[in-house]
């Protein structure tokens, strides 16, 4: 796969308007700052709105999700490479050995065993997108809101202990954990039911459609698909800290070799621009820098260059401000990409890549796009 034109299609995409044919639930307009960078931040309703969907997930795997979710590029290079049929038929330690030769950050790798969960995150990219940088942001919060849905959801009865998962509260804080240590199951409910009535009647929760099969409603609060197994080496590596609100590495299952506080990698993000001016004035440099190393450009020599701080242009090329893309409420379910609304664009740059390259791509991804998932 060429990273650089898939890069240019995110750009190109999240630039065009939205495709989707269903009504919309509009976040507000981001204020600019004086440099023409976006530094707003997410209120209560809206972070509610974006973590209603994963809030239920067991701690280890909402981390993961959360992470991944901070690199965009590679959440779609990862379920490209996973449509292929060769690899998506591999399983246990075979896919394992195929996941440690990518270059990927250890969160994308570690959704790749979660298909349905990835298939979600490229399906619905502009969420994706959201979450992580909500994530780098504003964690303290983030991490609040998943809590606060967490007690809804208590309080509600429609959270509880299941063979699948265990729920445990130790000083207020809800910690849900697998209930077998080597078996991983994906929960699925309407968030505009389990929490009992939703407190942000203007921020429809975000809701994302089950798997054939997976039957919501009629007195079943949580439904469950199948058990993924988990992959030692992408399984373990993190443990959430919520009285302190920290996501902790702990360096397990062959995780990073350090531990302590998780931090932001702007190399794995390949130069994707950042929304948030904050975040984009201390990692779009290093973001970009470590994009031109990976493709062999040389250093340039250049003055002071303008954050970018959304994902509608580069660093080195202020652009007018937007106003901020829509999440769409529930019952819509737009095919991969198109959350950003220029799908086929992005596919057809992709396409255009690859087959320009004098030299062959290390990776080559398929253009039909995955089925299931998505907003319903």
């Known amino acids: 796969m060429n990273r650089s ?50 809030a ?53 790798k570690s959704v790749v065993p979660f298909p349905q ?24 919060a983030v991490m609040d809101s998943i809590q606060r849905l967490r007690q ?17 509260t130790e000083n207020e804080d809800i910690a849900i954990e697998p209930a077998n240590p080597d078996v991983v199951y994906v929960p699925y409910y309407d968030p505009s039911v ?16 089950p798997p054939p099969g997976i039957i919501i409603g009629g007195g079943l609060w949580i439904g469950f698909g199948i058990g ?17 609100h920290r996501l902790d590495i702990v360096g397990g299952g062959g995780g ?19 929304r948030n001016g904050a975040l984009a004035a201390r990692f779009q440099d290093r973001s970009e820098s ?10 340039a020599a250049q003055g002071p260059r303008a954050a970018a701080p959304s994902g509608y242009g580069t660093a080195a090329q202020p652009r007018q401000t937007p106003e901020r893309t829509s999440l769409p409420s529930a019952h819509a379910a737009p095919p991969t990409f198109e959350s950003y609304g220029g799908g086929s664009q992005v596919r057809q740059q992709s396409q255009r890549g690859s087959a320009s390259r004098s030299a062959p791509a290390p990776r080559s991804a398929p253009s039909s796009r995955g089925g299931g998932g998505g907003r319903r």
């Open 56 to 108: 239920l997930y067991s701690d280890p795997l909402i981390a993961q999700i959360l992470t991944a979710a901070t690199y965009p590029l590679e959440v779609v290079e990862a379920h490209r490479w996973l449509q292929e049929p060769g690899n998506a038929a591999l399983t246990g330690d075979q896919l394992a050995a195929a996941l440690q030769q990518q270059s990927w950050d250890l969160s994308v």
């Open 194 to 209: 389990i929490y009992g009535p939703w407190p942000w009647p203007d921020e429809s929760p975000f809701f994302l459609l």
């Open 152 to 168: 809804r959801a208590a309080s509600a009865g429609s959270l509880h202990s299941t063979p699948q998962q265990t729920v445990s």
């Open 256 to 274: 990073p070799g350090r531990t302590g506080p998780w931090e932001h990698d702007p190399g794995h993000r390949h130069g994707v621009p950042y």
């Open 228 to 244: 993924f197994p988990i992959l030692g080496p992408f399984w373990g590596w993190n443990r959430w800290d919520w009285p302190h």
């Open 290 to 299: 470590a994009r031109r190393d990976a493709r062999g450009f040389p250093a």
């Open 117 to 140: 969960v990835l298939q979600m995150m490229d399906a619905n990219l502009d969420w994706t997108e959201r979450i992580g940088e909500a994530f780098l942001a504003q964690q303290d």
């Open 5 to 54: 034109y898939l890069r240019v299609g995110l750009i190109i995409g999240m630039l065009a308007p939205m495709l989707l044919a269903v009504s919309a639930q509009s976040l507000p307009a981001a204020q600019p700052a004086s440099d023409g960078a976006q530094n707003s931040t997410f209120s209560e309703a809206e972070l509610d709105q974006l973590t209603a969907a994963i």
